[in-house]
């Protein structure tokens, strides 16, 4: 990775920021792309160690131009979870990592990764579009190297308030008197967030097999019901007020039951595997919020 020119998205977000550190302590080159709107606190650490480009001002076509790029990491992704409209999630997870792609294509860009999802595709928008993305990557497999990246669901300290475990531990913190909930019997498989970031680092330094989609899932070892997991962190932060309401919300439609199985063409990374346990990661992520000022 040393000396290569990297381009990143999503470099503002939790998942992103955290790439960019990585990418950064080895010795790479890193240029990241961002909106005017775009909350870059995130970043203010390491503005000194990347160039910062903002999307609103220049093309992406320009940008190709301007820089010979090595590699192209699109972690930009709108969950749909902040009252973003139809057309911002499409733009986001769908129309602008095509317009990555193409460019990346036009231009010789030597390899692509693109960080997908482990939902099903009928999920929700932010599903739905991921999947569309991901039947480009597959039509353009023969024209650049191409990495898919399958994220199970990941947390640490610093993630939006929004995100699973950090708005559980939010909502014990401040003893709220009651949190709904499905029936949390979805089996899932939460990673930390350090270990998604060295697995990625293992990922851009591997071999890349032409004329096919590379395929990387990234997961832990432990597998937790949705209900296990809140009690978990409940127990964690010593909660002793806040009531559980188990089935009151209605599971998604489409929602898969157990956490995502391998894919095909499954690539195995070689001398990785999670570092931090479950119990371990929720400690150091409570820790982190119940010390955080408000």
Not at 69 to 85: C, F, M, P, Q, R
Request: glycine share 4%; hydrophobic share 40%; charged share 25%.
């Amino acid at each position: 990775m040393k000396n290569k020119i990297i381009l990143l998205t999503g470099a503002s977000g939790f998942l992103g920021s955290s790439i960019a550190k990585k990418i950064i302590a080895n010795e790479a080159k890193l240029i990241v792309l961002v909106r005017t709107k775009s909350n870059l606190n995130r970043l203010m650490n390491l503005k000194d160690n990347l160039e910062i480009v903002n999307i609103d001002t220049i093309s992406i076509s320009e940008i190709f131009k301007k820089y010979k790029i090595d590699l192209v990491i699109n972690a930009a992704t709108s969950y749909g979870k902040k009252g973003e409209s139809i057309e911002e999630i499409v733009n986001a997870n769908y129309l602008f990592p095509l317009s990555l792609l193409l460019n990346s294509i036009d231009t010789g860009v030597k390899e692509f990764i693109n960080i997908g999802t482990s939902l099903q595709p009928f999920v929700n928008e932010y599903s739905f579009t991921k999947h569309q993305f991901l039947e480009w990557l597959i039509f353009h497999k023969n024209k650049i190297k191409i990495k898919n990246v399958i994220l199970e669901y990941f947390y640490g300290p610093e993630d939006d308030s929004w995100k699973f475990v950090t708005m559980l531990f939010e909502k014990f913190k401040s003893n709220e008197p009651y949190i709904d909930f499905t029936s949390g019997e979805q089996k899932r498989n939460f990673i930390y967030i350090a270990d998604v970031v060295n697995a990625l680092i293992k990922i851009i330094d591997s071999s890349c097999n032409k004329d096919q989609i590379n395929y990387y899932h990234i997961k832990s070892s432990e597998i937790i019901t949705i209900k296990e997991l809140v009690y978990l962190c409940k127990k964690i932060s010593k909660n002793s007020v806040t009531e559980l309401n188990f089935g009151v919300v209605n599971n998604r439609i489409d929602e898969i039951k157990d956490a995502a199985n391998d894919v095909m063409n499954l690539i195995s990374l070689q001398n990785w595997y999670p570092q931090t346990k479950l119990i371990e990661g929720l400690e150091i992520t409570w820790k982190y919020i119940n010390e955080k000022k408000n």
